[in-house]
């Protein structure tokens, strides 16, 4: 027997395998089904005019605010890192830098998310048209997106600069 038809045998018993055997997602017994509409979309779709659009907004912001809500407790921790360092007899002139960097950037995205909403929240979602709405709405979350991408650059700098600050510590105790 040559090798094309070996080829050949082994695959008509996979191509056989997989017309017998049921499909992956038919053995999962657990498995969800795909769509599931939640009871805030449910509320949304039987809303009047415009209250769709707005609630779909004001979770967006909540997430944002949310968002720089985490940023805020990680630079506390930060912050406590560097205090411990410091305490140590560390030298942390860049990191305090970098610390006031982030800090600046997360009052600069908090006044983006508040001034975004107070927009936001003054249109009206039921007479003015949707796609204008939508633009208005798509212009603020932009300006709050570069905000927030801002204040994660410099968090993630100053969190390499402080990893890298406690990785030489590490390395000078344990040389001496």
């Given amino acids: 027997m040559n090798i094309p038809a070996r080829v050949f045998g082994i695959l008509l018993i996979v191509l056989a395998a997989s017309l017998i055997s049921p499909p992956v997602h038919a053995q999962s017994p657990t498995r969800k089904p795909l769509l ?8 949304m779709m039987n809303g009047e ?6 609630a779909v907004v004001e979770r967006l912001f909540s997430k944002f605010e949310n968002r720089a809500a985490q940023y805020e407790q990680f630079l506390e921790r930060v912050q406590s890192r560097r205090d411990k360092l410091a305490s140590s007899g560390k030298d ?15 009052l600069l995205a908090k006044d983006a998310i508040t001034e975004a909403k107070t927009v936001v929240d003054g249109l009206d979602y039921a007479s003015e048209n949707k796609k204008d ?8 979350v932009k300006k709050v ?3 927030m991408t801002t204040l994660h650059t410099s968090m993630s700098q100053t969190v390499r600069l402080l990893k890298s600050t406690q ?3 590490k390395k000078g105790t ?3």
């Fill in 145 to 147: 997106r570069a905000a």
């Fill in 92 to 106: 942390t002139s860049k990191l305090d830098a970098f610390l006031t960097t982030a800090k600046g950037n997360l």
């Fill in 174 to 176: 344990s040389e001496e």
């Fill in 36 to 43: 599931r509409p939640s009871k805030m979309m449910e509320r």
């Fill in 49 to 54: 005019k415009g209250q769709k659009i707005q």
């Fill in 133 to 140: 709405v939508r633009e208005k709405v798509m212009a603020e």
């Fill in 167 to 169: 990785d030489v510590n």
